[in-house]
């Protein structure tokens, strides 16, 4: 990892940490945020995942207007960083401890590769 790779890795750890304690007392059944990113692409391979206790939270969450302003939230963010997704959709997304637990055996390593 190059130095300018390792400090936007720290930037946007700090920002997103930043974010999800602002965001665990106000969201029910939030849990945490993380991201996955390829450094020579980081537009087309960053990916912010927020987690969810379970599905239905993450179902009550989805059907409700929090959804969109985490996503701001989430991308003002990455805008103070100068990063900008090419593909929101597939790129912001939200999954739960449940999905991980059934699918991937509680194995989020695994789930998020």
Request: charged letters at 30%; glycine letters at 2%; one cysteine or more.
């Amino acid at each position: 990892m190059r130095k300018s790779d390792k400090k936007l890795d720290n930037e946007l750890r700090g920002s997103l940490t930043r974010l999800c304690e602002n965001e665990l007392e106000r969201i029910a059944g939030f849990q945490w945020v993380t991201h996955t990113v390829h450094y020579p692409n980081v537009s087309a391979s960053l990916r912010i995942i927020c987690v969810f206790d379970n599905n239905e939270s993450l179902a009550l969450f989805v059907s409700s207007k929090e959804q969109s302003v985490i996503e701001s939230r989430i991308l003002k963010v990455l805008a103070d960083l100068n990063v900008k997704l090419k593909s929101v959709p597939k790129q912001l997304v939200f999954d739960s401890e449940e999905n991980c637990a059934r699918f991937n055996d509680g194995n989020w390593a695994e789930r998020l590769s």
